[in-house]
């Protein structure tokens, strides 16, 4: 496949995550990867907190947006 397939194949795949803080603060991540790097954190924990297997991850709760 081509660069620009794979490019393709992974914006459609990558999924919007937001991290909520205190339940006021927001902050929006065009992946779990990109939230990932930014906490600093493994992408695994953010998808299980965001799935609702656990509460937190990093301080933060999560949901797919």
Known sequence: ???EA???IG???RKRIAAIKDDAEE???NSVTEAANAV???RSTISNA????QKT???YKWKFV
């Open 50 to 53: 965001a799935a609702g297997r």
């Open 27 to 29: 902050r929006i991540f």
């Open 40 to 42: 600093g954190c493994a």
């Open 11 to 13: 914006d459609a795949q």
């Open 6 to 8: 794979r490019r393709r």
């Open 1 to 3: 496949k081509s660069a």
């Open 57 to 59: 991850a990093s301080g």
